[in-house]
């Protein structure tokens, strides 16, 4: 009888007395951290068109410019101690990236040589660079006379490699300005009453 009186006592509380009269809590439901309203989605669409954007266009850029870093480590490369041959290693390097920058202004090997190829040369580079000056022309008669070259020497050759580099790493290419053939540049490499604006 006593068993029973205990087992009466006891019921569901597993033995504790004080549980006896508590009530179960039910958990609350679970949170949702998804947009609960069409101004949020709208917001996280124009975000994801934004990232998607800037991806792409510094993939773009990334692309367009592959051109600038292979220059840029080939003439690291380049045994800068051989002034006999710096002049035209530099000259070849330099029209390769106009060819490649420029495709927009159909330059001619014609075009890429000379006064006026040290005047468009600094026009890429909104005059950050001075191969229009005395140093540029001795290293375009250095490509042809032996007298020049003769006289082309180390110090000309540092100056020569320090102005190569600040181009390729300067210059402003036909994508980023978006021009169109017969712009600026196209006008100053054409035409001969721009060559010795710096020497007038």
Same mark, same amino acid.
């Given at each position: 009888?006593?068993?029973?009186?205990?087992?009466?006592?006891?019921?569901?509380?597993?033995?504790?007395?004080?549980?006896?009269?508590?009530?179960?809590?039910?958990?609350?439901?679970? @949170?949702?951290?998804?947009?609960?309203?069409?101004?949020?989605?709208?917001?996280?669409?124009?975000?994801?068109?934004?990232?998607?954007?800037?991806?792409?266009?510094?993939?773009?850029?990334?692309?367009?410019?592959?051109?600038?870093?292979?220059?840029?480590?080939?003439?690291?490369?380049?045994?800068?101690?051989?002034? %006999?041959?710096?002049?035209?290693? @530099?000259?070849?390097?330099?029209?390769?990236?106009?060819?490649?920058?420029?495709?927009?202004?159909?330059?001619?090997?014609?075009?890429?040589?000379?006064?006026?190829?040290?005047?468009?040369?600094?026009?890429?580079?909104?005059?950050?660079?001075?191969?229009? %000056?005395? @140093?540029?022309?001795?290293?375009?008669?250095?490509?042809?006379?032996?007298?020049?070259? %003769?006289?082309?020497?180390?110090?000309?050759?540092?100056?020569?490699?320090?102005?190569?580099?600040?181009?390729?790493?300067?210059? @402003?290419?036909?994508?980023?300005?978006?021009?169109?053939? *017969? %712009?600026?540049?196209?006008?100053?490499? *054409?035409?001969?009453?721009?060559?010795?604006?710096?020497?007038?």
């Amino acid at each position: 009888m006593a068993d029973v009186d205990n087992a009466n006592l006891v019921g569901d509380a597993f033995g504790n007395l004080l549980l006896r009269d508590m009530v179960q809590i039910n958990a609350p439901e679970q @949170i949702s951290f998804l947009p609960q309203t069409w101004g949020w989605l709208v917001v996280g669409l124009v975000l994801a068109l934004f990232i998607g954007r800037y991806l792409l266009l510094a993939g773009q850029k990334y692309w367009r410019n592959r051109y600038r870093k292979k220059l840029q480590s080939k003439l690291l490369a380049y045994d800068v101690s051989d002034c %006999s041959h710096t002049p035209r290693f @530099i000259h070849q390097l330099l029209q390769q990236a106009c060819l490649q920058a420029y495709p927009k202004q159909s330059l001619t090997a014609g075009q890429l040589q000379g006064p006026a190829f040290l005047v468009f040369l600094d026009s890429c580079t909104q005059d950050s660079t001075e191969f229009d %000056s005395a @140093i540029g022309e001795l290293w375009q008669q250095a490509l042809y006379l032996p007298l020049a070259l %003769s006289e082309w020497s180390a110090s000309h050759n540092q100056v020569l490699i320090l102005s190569t580099q600040r181009w390729l790493k300067l210059h @402003i290419d036909d994508a980023e300005l978006g021009r169109e053939p *017969g %712009s600026e540049l196209g006008t100053e490499l *054409g035409g001969n009453e721009h060559v010795h604006n710096k020497h007038d």
